[in-house]
Nanobody, 118 residues
Framework: QVQLVESGGGLVQPGGSLRLSCAASGSIFSGNAMGWYRQAPGKRRDLVAA???????NYAASVKGRFTISRDNDKSTVYLQMNTMKPEDTAVYYC????????????WGQGTQVTVSA
C-alpha cells in the first residue's frame, strides 16, 4: 500500500522560507529516486525537485538556487527547504517517486498547501 504524508505547508510572505516534510512508505521510498511536485490552480502537476537514492539532486529552473531537496533514508522521509519564496511558488506540493520522463505516479498523498502572499 502506497502511503505518502506531506506536511509543513502554510502561508508565508514573499522572500520567506518554509520546510516541507514527506513521510513515505518503504515500498515507494527504498532505492527509488524521490521528488517534490507542485500543482497550482488550473495548471498541471510538475516535478520541481528530485533526489536519487544516492543523494544526487536535480531542480527545475524555476526553483534552482532557492529550493533544496534532501532525504533521510533511515526515516523514509523527504524534505524540501524553500527559501526566497515568490508568489508564483503558491501551489499544492506533493512528494512521490520519480519515474521515467513523462510518466507520473498513479497514487498520491493529500499534498500540502503553500501560499506565498503579502
Amino acid at each position: 500500500q502506497v502511503q505518502l504524508v506531506e506536511s509543513g505547508g502554510g502561508l508565508v510572505q514573499p522572500g520567506g522560507s518554509l520546510r516541507l516534510s514527506c513521510a513515505a512508505s518503504g515500498s515507494i521510498f527504498s532505492g527509488n529516486a524521490m521528488g517534490w511536485y507542485r500543482q497550482a490552480p488550473g495548471k498541471r502537476r510538475d516535478l520541481v525537485a528530485a533526489i536519487a537514492s544516492g543523494g544526487r539532486t536535480n531542480y527545475a529552473a524555476s526553483v534552482k538556487g532557492r529550493f533544496t531537496i534532501s532525504r533521510d533514508n533511515d526515516k523514509s522521509t523527504v524534505y524540501l527547504q524553500m527559501n526566497t519564496m515568490k508568489p508564483e511558488d503558491t501551489a499544492v506540493y506533493y512528494c512521490n517517486a520519480v519515474l521515467a520522463p513523462g510518466i507520473m505516479p498513479s497514487r498520491w498523498g493529500q499534498g500540502t498547501q503553500v501560499t506565498v502572499s503579502a
